[in-house]
């Protein structure tokens, strides 16, 4: 059988991934839910047409999205994930010692489900009800308003900015971030490609900049996402990550992040610098 995904990158340009089969086809109350069978990247969640995530790469995202914001705050005892419903980020964020509580926002139950029973080698934090998890499945948007002064370390794995993941991109959501964090705290958004969303890019860097006093951009390089060359941000109000007094890592193992990686993923190319200026 010759039958092919494609998702449109941009409106001139698709990836395609050649399936073994279809598992999954749904339509929950945000968005379509899909999981097909890759022959490259093997299975695949994708939601509105969108690849969200592979079996084959999805160490890369999850690590960089969790290490990286972790491996900053010097104690991240609570931390909170906004999204992630494939389980993959909160899988990393328990792996450490420092969190004591691991809170996650969902918004799509259909979401955590499917990833479950397809993708669990991803969603086995979810599977496993670890203990250091609670889930929630609601608004993220307006879990954070009721937020004050409780998080060392929040993480927003959203999907991209349509559907129920806009409002994740606004200046209110922003203010309601900072208000969340304690007093040291910091948070991560993915932020999509430095290569076809620059606009978008330009405008969160600079909303981001102007509530928190340290805001950095870090780069990875994800296959299955557009470009391959993927952008999140971090606004921290004390803690500079490229300034972090990293440890140990060894005991936790990990596929791409390392130390080095940490520091290099912060060192930009020219056309990204010129973006956040
Ligand atoms: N790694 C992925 C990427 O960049 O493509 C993101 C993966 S994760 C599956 C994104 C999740 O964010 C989805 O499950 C979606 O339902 C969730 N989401 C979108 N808007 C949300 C909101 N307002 N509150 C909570 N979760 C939300």
């Not at 002064?149 to 971030?177: A, H, M, R, W």
């Amino acid at each position: 059988m010759n039958l092919w995904f494609t998702e449109s990158q941009t409106k001139n340009l698709g990836l395609q991934a050649r399936i073994k089969e279809t598992l999954f086809m749904g339509k929950s109350d945000f968005q379509d839910v899909a999981v097909v069978d890759t022959h490259q990247f093997g299975r695949m969640l994708v939601l509105d047409g969108v690849f969200q995530t592979t079996i084959a790469d999805e160490f890369i995202y999850h690590e960089m999205i969790a290490h990286v914001p972790l491996f900053t705050h010097p104690n991240p005892k609570k931390v909170l994930v906004i999204g992630g419903g494939d389980g993959g980020t909160i899988r990393e964020v328990v792996r450490h010692d420092a969190v004591e509580k691991a809170e996650m926002v969902e918004i799509d139950g259909m979401v955590v489900e499917v990833c479950k029973k397809f993708l669990p080698e991803i969603s086995q934090a979810l599977i496993n009800h670890d203990p250091k998890l609670e889930l929630k499945i609601g608004d993220g948007i307006g879990h954070m308003k009721d937020a004050e002064n409780k998080y060392d370390v929040i993480i927003v794995d959203c999907s991209d900015p349509i559907g129920p993941g806009k409002g994740l991109f606004t200046p209110e959501f922003y203010q309601n971030v900072y208000k969340a964090l304690k007093e040291d705290g910091l948070f991560v958004q993915q932020t999509e490609s430095p290569f076809y969303h620059q606009e978008l890019i330009t405008y969160l860097h600079k909303e981001i900049g102007q509530l928190f006093p340290i805001t950095k951009t870090y780069l990875a390089n994800i296959p299955t996402y557009p470009s391959g060359l993927h952008c999140f941000t971090m606004g921290s109000k004390k803690y500079d990550p490229t300034a972090a007094n990293i440890g140990n890592i060894q005991p936790l193992k990990t596929r791409y992040y390392n130390k080095d990686i940490h520091k290099s993923s912060f060192v930009l190319p020219n056309f990204v610098q010129e973006l956040l200026k």
